[in-house]
């Protein structure tokens, strides 16, 4: 069945340091993925997504994310993190067979000042 | 920015009763969707609905469940009896094509059941 894995629960960094978040999926086709970001008492939003067009993806809030076939990854970045970038944010892929979003167990980012 | 609006924010019912959880899509996307996450799980699929019909659902989706989109504007997701562990923030979704896949999700409904 297919799976995302995003491989840190929890990830702590200092405000102006970079940020990376892990993801690796399986897929058997070409996939599509997406990072999506829970803010506290707000919705998922979408930070940015990969359907098979450039492989270095640009998001919103200065966020990235590049596509690795060979790795199965779809690792999220940021140069220079800002506190207001703490949150939860989870990798997914769509279904190979449907339209249905398959989520990461999500990681949670925590910022220190 | 247009958003999904969903309410309650929070609703805490007893075990066995009916509840009904109210989403507000994007007035112009056509394809809309339950999702579920209880406390400490993934994010799951529970089912989408386009042109006034399931499309696709989950095994979690069972009888016990049910969708509408009553008045052209609303889609609401029911639960008959509910369950403890039926438990969890729920989320609604909706696009505008299939391949847009881009969903817009609303805030979520924390659901309790005691």
């Known amino acids: 069945a297919q799976s995302v894995t995003q491989l840190d629960s929890h990830v702590s960094v200092s405000e102006g340091t970079p940020v990376l978040l892990r993801c690796n999926y399986s897929?058997?086709?070409?996939?599509?993925l997406f990072w999506y970001v829970q803010h506290p008492n707000k919705g998922l939003q979408l930070l940015l997504k990969?359907?098979?067009?450039?492989?270095l993806v640009k998001g919103i809030n200065g966020f990235e994310a590049e596509f690795k076939k060979s790795e199965t990854s779809f690792h999220l970045t940021k140069p220079s993190a800002h506190m207001s970038d703490a949150a939860e944010y989870f990798c997914v892929v769509r279904s190979d067979s449907s339209y249905k979003l398959i989520f990461g167990s999500g990681t949670r980012l925590l910022v220190r000042p | 920015e247009p958003e999904v609006t969903q309410t309650p924010s929070h609703q805490v019912t007893q075990m066995g009763q009916e509840v009904i959880l109210r989403c507000v899509p994007i007035s112009n996307h056509l394809y809309f969707y339950w999702y579920r996450q209880i406390l400490g799980q993934k994010v799951e699929f529970l089912v989408s609905f386009y042109n006034n019909e399931i499309s696709e659902k989950s095994e979690i989706f069972d009888d016990q469940f049910s969708v509408e989109r009553p008045d052209g504007s609303n889609f609401t997701l029911k639960i008959r009896s509910t369950k403890l562990e039926d438990s969890a923030m729920y989320f609604c979704?909706?696009?505008?094509?299939?391949?847009?896949?881009?969903?817009?999700f609303g805030s979520g409904t924390r659901l309790t059941v005691v």
């Open positions: 990969y359907t098979s067009a450039a492989t």
């Open positions: 979704a909706s696009s505008i094509k299939k391949e847009n896949y881009g969903y817009t």
């Open positions: 897929s058997s086709y070409s996939p599509s």
